[in-house]
Nanobody
Framework: QVQLVESGGGSVRPGDSLKLTCTVS????????LGWFRQAPGKEREFVGS??????QTLYGDAVSGRFTISRAGAGVDLQMTRLTPEDTAVYYC??????????????????WGQGTQITVSS
């Protein structure tokens, strides 16, 4: 069974940077991609970004494009976040995809999920 564990969450001030890490363990399951999603209080969970195994192609949601960067980190991935704003406050989840690495913004197509980590951006 694949396990995903997020780490690096916390409280920061507007304009700060923060890095989250998603550590992947267990198996044997071949992931085809890993995505990041977030859910703010009272809002639906939304796509943050994804990285595809093999060619490391990345995809980002409109709200974070240009500020967040996803990269491979060993068996997992990092989510580097810059120029954080209070609107980035949410629980951040990583999710693992198996099979065809397409439609990566569609959260219902991910098979494995981490427990989430809280990011709070406040002055």
């Amino acid at each position: 069974q694949v396990q995903l564990v997020e780490s690096g969450g916390g409280s920061v001030r507007p304009g700060d940077s923060l890095k989250l890490t998603c550590t992947v363990s267990g198996g044997p399951v071949n992931l085809s991609a890993l995505g990041w999603f977030r859910q703010a209080p009272g809002k639906e969970r939304e796509f943050v970004g994804s990285i595809r195994w093999g060619d490391d192609q990345t995809l980002y949601g409109d709200a974070v494009s240009g500020r967040f960067t996803i990269s491979r980190a060993g068996a997992g991935v990092d989510l580097q976040m810059t120029r954080l704003t209070p609107e980035d406050t949410a629980v951040y989840y990583c999710a693992g995809r198996v099979g065809l690495a397409a439609y990566l913004k569609q959260q219902h197509l991910y098979s494995y999920w981490g427990q989430g980590t809280q990011i709070t951006v406040s002055s």
